[in-house]
Nanobody, 113 residues
Framework: VQLVESGGGLVQPGGSLKLSCAVSGTAFSIWAMGWYRQASGMQRELVAHIREDGGTDYTASVKGRFSISRDNAKNTVYLQMNSLKFEDTGVYYC??????WGWGQGTQVTVSS
């Protein structure tokens, strides 16, 4: 399975970014998918996931600010991030909920003034 994350960048506090993750090598639509975040020196954490039926859940720190979605026709999962905070800085990865597969390269999100 190949996971290719994109869309990260440098943004000021309060700004927005939309991340994308293209998935290949598996039947994408049958898997619950997650977005994970790894801050410098910290363990990777699950911040959002979306189930096969489209149901979603979020870790408390991002609830109300982040929105995960998926397009099964494009084998892609998205993470819309609004009202970004300094503590959202990190490398963001997607993976099957578990996680299920090896990791992609991730995409760096830096929130800084």
């Amino acid at each position: 399975v190949q996971l290719v994350e994109s869309g990260g960048g440098l943004v000021q506090p309060g700004g927005s970014l939309k991340l994308s993750c293209a998935v290949s090598g598996t039947a994408f639509s049958i898997w619950a998918m997650g977005w994970y975040r790894q801050a410098s020196g910290m363990q990777r954490e699950l911040v959002a996931h979306i189930r096969e039926d489209g149901g979603t859940d979020y870790t408390a720190s991002v609830k109300g600010r982040f929105s995960i979605s998926r397009d099964n026709a494009k084998n892609t999962v998205y993470l819309q991030m609004n009202s970004l905070k300094f503590e959202d800085t990190g490398v963001y990865y997607c993976n099957g909920l578990g996680p299920l597969w090896g990791w992609g390269q991730g995409t760096q999100v830096t929130v800084s003034s």
